[in-house]
């Protein structure tokens, strides 16, 4: 999976801001958001 995300990563054309968190991060927050329909307030919680 991480490896689909970075291909598609480099593929974007850039502009902004860079992300503060790492592709496997940003995956994991995604995969309990989903899973557990959380909010980020409480996601943030657990860092």
């Given amino acids: 999976m991480v490896r689909i995300v970075r291909d598609q990563e480099k593929q974007k054309k850039k502009s ?3 992300p503060q968190l790492r592709i496997e991060d ?15 307030y409480h996601i943030g919680i657990e860092k």
């Fill in 16 to 18: 902004g801001r860079p």
């Fill in 26 to 40: 940003q995956i994991l927050l995604t995969l309990q958001y989903l899973r557990e329909y959380r909010t980020y």
